[in-house]
């Protein structure tokens, strides 16, 4: 079939016929958008279809990308600029350096949990032991900027230390000697076995070390540490402990048979010299005088000799008891020359075949 067109009609279609193609078609779709507006009234949310934007847009918009995306150019970044989100070492790096120079630094203080596992209590002994001293602790809040009290600022530093950190201040004192450590130890596990000090002063005059409740405490941590039991309980009083602990007592302190006889004549009516020597054990932890006439063992009556190996077999943590044991393995021999003899052995370096 065919189609005459002449006068004005066949100037439009030969000048459509000329249009570029793009444009032919922007034409076409007027009618249809405008079919659309009639039929529902508004245009779809997306109306604006790829074919209307422009070329160099349409490239660079992905498929399906969301409705906020935005296809803007990005401003340029200044040279070293990090984007949002994004930090770079040299920024993690400053920002440290800066904490630090204005006394910020946290002790990489997300270790600063690690370090709560250790006491108050263990973190001054360690303070104290690295030969840390008061003033240390007043120069360590300055460096710190550090608002919290000095005892505070001890407890920081002392955990630093068990943390293996370093500490920006010298310590001032001297570091605990290895005798110190190992006497803190023992006082440590006396401590931590529920004792205290009235336990202390009792086991102090059970040893027959009179009122030196420090030296208890090491003795009787030693003994703990070394798997060893301590003659009483805690809370245990002169008169409640056992009745081996008070015949230790008698005998750790001085006293001997001679000196029991002499109490049974006093005692009338106690016949047992065991009984005899146990009530005297329980005065002496009490505190109390025994009658006239009776006294403990004097250390001027030995030379120097017995007297420094004495003073080893009781600082071994050895006793009373210990001593009659060693007495029955040596021969029957008399429990104060056990204890000479085995003190002489411990000051050569001698094991004895009896555990303290």
Not at 70 to 95: E, I, L, M, V
Not at 110 to 128: I, S, V
Not at 158 to 182: I, N, W
Not at 216 to 232: Q, Y
Request: charged residues 25%; hydrophobic residues 40%.
């Amino acid at each position: 079939m065919s189609h005459n067109t002449s006068g004005p009609q066949r100037g439009i279609v030969c000048r459509f016929r000329s249009m570029p193609r793009s444009l032919g078609f922007a034409l076409l779709a007027v009618p249809v958008t405008a079919a659309a507006v009639g039929t529902f009234g508004v245009l779809p949310a997306n109306a604006h279809d790829t074919r209307t934007q422009p070329v160099s847009q349409r490239s660079s918009a992905p498929t399906g990308a969301p409705d906020h995306a935005s296809t803007a150019p990005s401003r340029p970044q200044a040279p070293g600029a990090t984007s949002a989100g994004h930090r770079t070492k040299d920024d993690d790096d400053k920002g440290t350096h800066d904490r630090r120079k204005h006394g910020k630094d946290r002790d990489k203080d997300d270790k600063g949990k690690h370090h709560q596992k250790y006491t108050a209590e263990e973190a001054l002994g360690a303070f104290f032991d690295a030969g840390y001293l008061y003033e240390d602790a007043v120069a360590l809040k300055r460096a710190w900027h550090s608002k919290a009290d000095v005892s505070d600022v001890k407890v920081r530093a002392g955990r630093k230390l068990l943390a293996g950190r370093d500490l920006p201040v010298d310590p001032s004192g001297t570091p605990a000697t290895q005798e110190e450590l190992a006497e803190r130890a023992a006082i440590d596990a006396f401590l931590d076995a529920g004792f205290d000090s009235y336990d202390a002063d009792l086991l102090a005059r059970l040893w027959g070390q009179g009122d030196d409740a420090l030296k208890a405490k090491v003795l009787a941590g030693n003994k703990l540490l070394a798997g060893g039991e301590v003659p009483i309980e805690h809370g245990q009083t002169a008169w409640t402990v056992s009745q081996d602990a008070a015949l230790a007592t008698y005998f750790n302190n001085g006293y001997d048979y001679d000196d029991a006889l002499v109490l049974a004549e006093i005692w009338s009516g106690v016949e047992d010299l065991v009984d005899v020597k146990a009530n005297a054990g329980h005065k002496i932890l009490d505190g109390l005088p025994l009658p006239g006439g009776v006294l403990p063992f004097d250390g001027d009556q030995v030379d120097a000799g017995q007297q420094a190996a004495l003073d080893a077999f009781f600082a071994a943590g050895y006793d009373y008891d210990d001593a009659v044991a060693l007495a029955r393995i040596w021969g029957g021999i008399d429990p104060f020359d056990a204890k000479v003899m085995a003190g002489d052995k411990l000051i050569a370096g001698i094991d004895l075949p009896v555990a303290a």
